[in-house]
């Protein structure tokens, strides 16, 4: 019987399965991408529209595109270490990994034009350059899980400046100094999975999960600390009176004290028991498959603690959204694995 899955020409004369350039790319791991950007603007208080909108579109494309062009890098060792994945198996060709990581990056770069001009291009460039250092260069050097989460830490910035031709809304610099906290957290939760990643294979020490266990602690106990708002005068006049609303629940609807808080405990509580949780396994047995597990729950954990600094932001409503997202990435990582 033929094979009905759709498929895709793509730098190559064979087809490819539409099913193997989504494990290719990791597709369910991008939905821990988006919360980056909605953290981000939550912090600087900007509203959440079109232009935000777009850059999460933008943030995905570069996600997948680090995907892609990862096993394009590491098809030599995979074909020993991880020998079913689509290009160690034949299913997707090499040069065609190449081709869908550049074709994403391009995409990721024009979404970001369009959608907030010079400012998101000046992010989405340097994160795109982070990106295809760390695959082609940087991965196996000290400097590896730096470069991964500084990608991160631009990831959550460009959600602070995504709006900013917003009138109403803060300054570029008063922007990104209001986010600068939040990219810091995910910018160390990213550096504790760069960690546990270079142990998927053959195993850790158990010091290395031990570690990271505690730095993921810290970091959920500092994002639940509760941040003070200070309302911000708006300039110019004219742009003010013809600026959009926030969306309900974004910063600046004046929240819920007690929502926002209630949230921001379930975020950073959701966070540890299910990355906090898989490295607690991994400390009682560090084996690669454990490992492995704590590294996938950590890619996906990244979700409610963006829940959470986005409820801490002043955007509840969204948080809350964010926070439904997770069961599902979930069960669309049981069938596409995001490692």
Known sequence: MKDRKAVARWGSRSAVRLTDLALLVRAPA????PGDVI???AAAGRPLGV???GVMGSSVCLYWAGMALNDYADATVDSVERPDRPVPSGRVPRRTALAVAGSL?????????AAGGRRSVGVALPLAGLV???????KSKPVGGVAMAGARVLDVLAGAVASGAGAGAASVGVALRRAAVP???VGVHTGTLMALSRHEVGGAPVRV????????????????????????????GAAVRHSPAPLKGVAGTAPSKRLRVGLVAAGALAYLGTYGAAQVRAVQEPSGENVRRAVGAGILGLMPLQAALTARGGAPVVAAA???VHPLARRLARRISPT
């Open 51 to 53: 232009r935000t909108l």
């Open 105 to 113: 990056t391009a995409a990721g770069i024009g979404l970001a034009a």
């Open 132 to 138: 295809w250092a760390y695959d082609l260069k940087l």
């Open 30 to 33: 991008a939905l821990s991408v």
């Open 209 to 236: 999960p031990a570690a990271t266990l505690a730095v993921s602690t810290v970091t959920a106990v500092a994002t639940a600390i509760p941040v003070k708002r200070v309302a911000m005068a708006p300039r110019g």
């Open 322 to 324: 964010l926070g439904v």
């Open 183 to 185: 990219a810091g957290l």
């Open 39 to 41: 953290a981000g603007a």
